[in-house]
């Protein structure tokens, strides 16, 4: 059978038909031909009344084969001799695990075929606005806004006038006009055409239109002895425009930062084989400094001891003890931000044994502990180099704020990050946190409580309170 008919159906049937193929992405025919196929094969899911569904997500629904799509694209394929560059553009695409739909104008199908686009596009190939496998469910709309983006390449001059002035008269203009996505186009035509007044107020007004131009190129025409500017961009130009527009840049707001972040344990030698330690995993720590990188500073961590990769694109330096720790972040200034997450041990043994302490008749040998370098306090107290934002972490078991608050004074610190880090929160070496921002306002501690979040979160959110209050410091007037 090669074309389906159905005539005289209710009208409530059409609309099912229509919301289901549209949210399948199929015509109404192939949807109806889905449809007959489950029933044949005993499935149930095809008799169930002829309610209309709910109606789809405004957002695109992608069928996921393989590598999941991340974002669709509908490519609109002008006629020009630049057409084939469409075909690996369609690759390009792909390779960048976005889902292309392509139509092709009456006149581009002279230069490239529906079977190839479709070949490598792994999808139908739409040329006709009055196709009624696909009007029937107002095809053209689906493709104008089932999409996250649309590309035109070749946009040829006859497709751009048409854009400008608002025709729609075939397949490709009326979906460009009935879109409501971001449009890119990629010109492609002879210099004296590109040179043209009227093509030029065409691109006046696509631009103030807020349709995205790519190109054109210069160089070598298809016409002998013909060069100048009219070539369209390259496939990889196209495709790398079209990824910025969908996936645009993270915003870097610690970018141009110094941040110095201190992570783990330190540990603390009694011998050769044994120390003095605690049960920081680092985790915290780390995870700041991922944020802070993404965020766009430059991060140096100094780390104690941890089972942990090193976060990509941070300069990582390994201590192990207290001393250790203090000298590589005194090496490591100046910074404009500096976090002291790391559970520095309190204390070290006076005389580090040279062999391994042995049991004695006599019962323990004595260890006497000396105060280790108080990290925090002497970094806030400096008077040349201290980062003009400096944060301590507080790591308690009992009277979490009030212990935090005396530490922000005696410290000299400008924020504290409390946690509760009691056997019972699992804190210590897990992957949850609990924490209380402490800082000055206005004269006043203020207490900011923060819900449980994973120490991914906690991060994030520590680095969006330190991109504000830089942002707000930038703004205040100079005295």
Known sequence: MASLTIRKLDEHVKTYLRLRSAKNRR?????????????????????TPFAAPPAPSSAPTLQRTGAAPEASVTLIIGGGIAAYKSLDLIRRLKERRVEVRCVLTKAAQQFVTPLAVSALSHERVYTDLFDPQSEFDAGHIRLARDCDLIVVAPATADLMAKIANGHADDLASAILLATNRKVLLAPAMNPLMWNNAATRRNVTQLQRDGLVLIGPNSGEMAEAGEAGVGRMSEAIEIANAAERLLRPPVPKPLAGKRVLITAGPTHEPIDPVRYIANRSSGKQGFAIAAAAQAAGAEVILVSGPVDLDDPQGVTVKHVESARQMLEQVQAALPADIAIFAAAVADWRVANEGEQKLKKTSAGMPPLQLVENPDILATISKLTDKRPPLVIGFAAE??????????????????????????????????????????????????????????????????????AKSATDKSREPAS
Not at 27 to 47: A, K, Q
């Open 397 to 466: 078991t009992e009277h979490l704020i009030d212990n935090a608050k005396s530490k922000l004074a005696r410290k000299g610190c400008d924020w504290i990050v409390a946690n509760d880090v009691s056997p019972a929160t699992g804190v210590m070496g897990g992957d949850r946190n609990t924490v209380h921002l402490i800082s000055r306002k206005n004269g006043e501690i203020a207490v900011d409580s923060w819900p449980v979040m994973t120490k991914e979160q906690v991060a994030i959110e520590l680095v969006a309170h330190i």
């Open 27 to 47: 015509s109404v025919e192939e949807e109806v031909r889905v449809i007959l196929r489950e029933l044949i094969e005993g499935r149930e899911e095809p008799l």
